[in-house]
């Protein structure tokens, strides 16, 4: 897979894919990820990206221009399967939705700045919107490095134990069950005899019980047919 992110701010994001899980999905060569400094493409005096709403208004907008030679750039090396604009706008992001980009072969994440883009990359590019929730962050960088490690964590091979992220929080609609490790008990806590039991069907068995029990607590929006 490869992501290319375009972004005023690239700095902002190396940190993320130089540990951890992204690093070992990248030098595995599962994963490529580009970014790509979006003032690059501006023919301004002193690389101007921005500029006042039509209209008037508080904020200033992302040109047009810069975004639209970027992205064309990009487009004419390789066919993009999405291209995401990161806005509190978009459609929030789920589990769902990381599966089924997790099987994309080229992503491009476009990473919005003060108010925004100028509509027209939007009409003329966008293929996908995604929001990481409902609140503003400063820019779409931090958002695009969410989306990326939940996309990227799913490609076969990242993880050491594949079926871990089959089990995760939200897969089947479901919270996860509580977890437990050694030592059997700690400060008069005792670790559930069925886990301890070997009877793996009473585990599972167990295990769904409390994930439906904790999502009803939690979010009884994600149990619909339970």
Not at 105 to 128: A, E, S, W
Not at 159 to 165: C, F, G, K, V, Y
Request: hydrophobic share 35%.
């Amino acid at each position: 897979m490869r992501i290319d992110i375009i972004s005023v701010l690239p700095e902002l994001m190396e940190s993320p894919f130089q540990a951890s899980i992204l690093k070992r999905a990248v030098q595995k060569g599962l994963a490529e990820v580009y970014f790509h400094q979006l003032r690059d493409w501006s023919t301004g005096k002193y690389r101007q990206i921005d500029d006042e709403p039509y209209g008037g208004g508080a904020g200033m907008v992302m040109m047009v221009e810069p975004l639209d030679k970027c992205i064309s750039e990009l487009k004419s090396q390789r066919n993009y399967d999405e291209i995401i604009y990161l806005t509190p706008e978009g459609e929030t992001l789920t589990q769902k939705i990381a599966n089924s980009l997790s099987i994309k072969n080229n992503l491009m994440f476009i990473c919005g700045h003060y108010k925004g883009i100028d509509q027209r990359v939007r009409d003329l590019h966008v293929t996908k919107e995604i929001s990481i929730g409902d609140y503003v962050l400063t820019g779409g960088e931090l958002a695009a490095c969410v989306l990326a490690d939940s996309v990227i964590r799913l490609l076969p091979g990242v993880l050491n134990d594949e079926q871990s992220a089959l089990t995760d929080s939200f897969q089947d609609d479901l919270l996860s069950p509580p977890i437990y490790t050694r030592p059997e008990e700690y400060k008069g806590l005792k670790v559930p005899q069925v886990l301890l039991s070997g009877n793996f069907a009473k585990i599972e068995e167990w295990r769904h019980d409390e994930a439906v029990r904790i999502t009803r607590e939690r979010r009884p929006d994600l149990l619909g047919e339970y």
